[in-house]
């Protein structure tokens, strides 16, 4: 059984720099598990110590999200695509709004840069 | 009644219209609500008429204020004209790589722009408004990412205008950025009709956007309460661009590129009903008309083109 798995950048590293591997199994889990002999750590990333997926990933099978489809339990067909994704909801600027709210102390002022 | 007192008495209220064409059957028909006709043009007049009057209620804003949003376009754009209209000034954070109308709108509503790298992908983006947050402590962030107000405007007015017009609903599909939209609109439909299909769309972007060092560096907006929801899609540009150009080629309708992932997502959930032979009415929401992207050149030639004219851009 051949799954099409779809790495993001910031994880093939464990891939040696492959953008798309290939896995096997009946679950998401026991395609994470496999893919996990071939590709060592890959899986430490994407679950957690305690067993659930990590907050800031995003698993989705044939485009649909897995914690809508019984997350780990997620049942896998042969030739699905699986895409992982990090959790960057609203964009890059949600993120980039949450961090600078929280405002570290002692601010330095500089002129700003306008270009209005 | 089509009068108004002023440009913001006319948010919200927008039409929902059927697309015979694409509907896949009489049984089970699609609908769009067309949140382009706002003000600005896009859903979020909504929030934005919310964030400010509940800052201006809880004293956050006062007269002469300076509000300062982090945001790739439509939020910027409607904060721009209510801060105008409010008597706000106004600084938007935006990445350089968005397209030219988006900027030459914000600077003619009077915003003032300050542009972060688009080399730098998210990390720089990060950086950029962390330190003008940190230069600038005086500035009002109204943060629509976690701002309960922007989820308030959709429980108090699109979730209530959909159910007003389509009491048969059995579909809502909107696009998940902020989240606000589909939390509020979500909440309220949920609480008349526990059956009702809440559905998400999510713009799967380039290498770029998701330019993060590590996976723990992720974030989920505040606003986002995952049971919400009952399904999720990621939808690739390519199918974006394919459904954008099918509502403008079969139905007439001029949409941005979100809202053709968003209509894909609608489509399936469609499709899905007629296999398993239940009556359904799907509603999606149009977030903005396809004006501002014109410039990406992706309405026209072949798909992979167009694709690659939006690599790398924030096309939602």
Redesign the interface.
């Known amino acids: 059984m051949a799954i099409d798995v779809r790495i993001?950048?910031?994880?093939r590293s464990f891939t040696g720099g492959s953008k798309t591997v290939a896995g096997s199994g009946e679950t998401l889990a026991e395609l994470l598990s496999d893919l996990d002999s071939n590709y060592p750590g890959l899986k430490a990333?994407l679950i957690t110590p305690e067993g659930g997926l990590?907050?800031?990933?995003?698993i989705?099978v044939n485009?649909?999200?897995v914690?809508?489809l019984g997350s780990l339990d997620a049942k896998l067909n042969d030739g699905d695509t699986v895409?992982v994704?990090?959790?960057?909801?609203?964009?890059?600027?949600?993120?980039?709004?949450?961090?600078?709210?929280s405002?570290?102390p002692s601010?330095?002022?500089?002129a700003?840069?306008?270009?209005? | 009644m089509a009068r108004f007192e002023s440009l913001l008495d006319l948010c919200g209220d927008t039409p929902l219209v059927g697309l015979p064409r694409l509907s896949p059957s009489a049984d089970v028909r699609i609908w769009a609500k067309l949140d382009d006709r706002n003000p600005t043009g896009s859903v979020k007049d909504r929030a934005a008429m919310y964030m400010v009057r509940a800052a201006e209620a809880d004293g956050r804003l006062r007269p002469g204020a300076t509000i300062l949003?982090?945001?790739?376009g439509n939020t910027g754009i409607a904060l721009a004209m209510v801060a105008k209209l409010q008597g706000y000034r106004l600084?938007c954070?935006?990445?350089e790589n968005v397209s030219t109308e988006r900027v030459q709108l914000l600077?003619m509503y009077g915003?003032?722009?300050?542009?972060?790298p688009a080399a730098g992908?998210?990390n720089q983006?990060?950086a950029?408004?962390?330190q003008?947050?940190?230069?600038?402590?005086d500035w009002v962030?109204l943060?629509?990412?976690?701002n309960e107000a922007n989820a308030r405007a959709h429980y108090e007015t699109t979730g209530p205008e959909l159910l007003r017009d389509l009491p048969t609903i059995t579909h809502f599909v909107a696009g998940?950025?902020?989240?606000g939209t589909l939390m509020g609109t979500g909440r309220y439909l949920r609480e008349k009709n526990p059956d009702v299909q809440i559905i998400?769309a999510?713009p799967?972007?380039g290498?770029l956007?998701?330019?993060?060092?590590?996976?723990?560096?992720?974030?989920?907006?505040?606003l986002?309460d995952?049971s919400v929801?009952?399904?999720?899609?990621?939808?690739?540009t390519r199918d974006a661009v394919l459904r954008t150009r099918q509502l403008v080629e079969v139905e007439g309708l001029f949409v941005g590129f979100s809202t053709g992932a968003v209509f894909h997502a609608a489509l399936a959930a469609a499709h899905e009903a007629v296999k398993a032979g239940r009556k359904a009415d799907v509603a999606f929401l149009v977030a903005d008309a396809g004006w501002k992207y014109l410039s990406t050149g992706a309405y026209t030639g072949t798909l992979a083109e167009a694709e690659s004219s939006l690599e790398g851009q924030?096309w939602?």
């Open positions: 993001p950048t910031i994880l990333r990590h907050r800031f990933v995003n989705y485009d649909e999200d914690r809508f895409t994704l990090p959790a960057v909801a609203g964009g890059a600027f949600g993120m980039a709004a949450a961090l600078a709210l405002r570290p601010p330095q002022p500089t700003p840069a306008l270009r209005g | 949003e982090p945001t790739s600084v954070v935006m990445p600077r915003a003032e722009i300050i542009f972060s992908g998210s983006a990060v950029t408004a962390k003008i947050a940190v230069e600038h402590p962030m943060y629509q990412y976690g998940l950025g902020t989240t998400a999510e799967r972007y290498e956007v998701y330019g993060l060092r590590n996976i723990d560096e992720g974030y989920v907006p505040e986002y995952a929801l009952s399904r999720r899609f990621s939808v690739g924030l939602a």
